[in-house]
């Protein structure tokens, strides 16, 4: 979704999974999510990578402004991907760490994943 529908490609990149327990999250999935936190389709369907491009605040940005003074650390949204399903979603997360009660760590049993940052080079 980060392309959102532009015909650029996407740099190479890893996709991992996560372990995610975070509590604090809104969903805006539903009408009423929606209307409990005054979130429009509009605002989270907004093109934020053209309204950066052309030097503009995305307006899907306010939502954060309005919820995060409400502790609020994360939202559940639809998926505006093309072709995206109805029940497709997608968790944004703005408060989250390693530790409760906003934990995300990565799954990688195997442990394949690079441990630290000389691994990128």
């Not at 392309?3 to 009408?31: H, K, M, W």
């Not at 994360?74 to 530790?99: C, H, K, Q, T, Y």
């Amino acid at each position: 979704e980060a392309n959102q529908g532009f015909a650029q490609r996407i740099d190479p990149c890893v996709l991992c999974s996560y372990e995610i327990d975070c509590d604090d999250i809104a969903d805006l999935t539903t009408q009423e999510g929606r209307g409990e936190f005054s979130v429009t389709l509009e605002e989270m369907a907004c093109a934020w990578a053209t309204a950066l491009s052309d030097g503009e605040r995305p307006a899907s940005w306010s939502i954060y402004d309005r919820l995060r003074p409400r502790n609020i650390a994360g939202i559940v949204v639809p998926s505006f991907a093309p072709s995206a399903e109805m029940e497709d979603r997608n968790l944004v997360l703005w408060d989250w760490g390693p530790d409760l009660p906003h934990k995300v760590t990565v799954f990688d049993p195997s442990g394949r994943l690079p441990k630290d940052q000389l691994s990128w080079l």
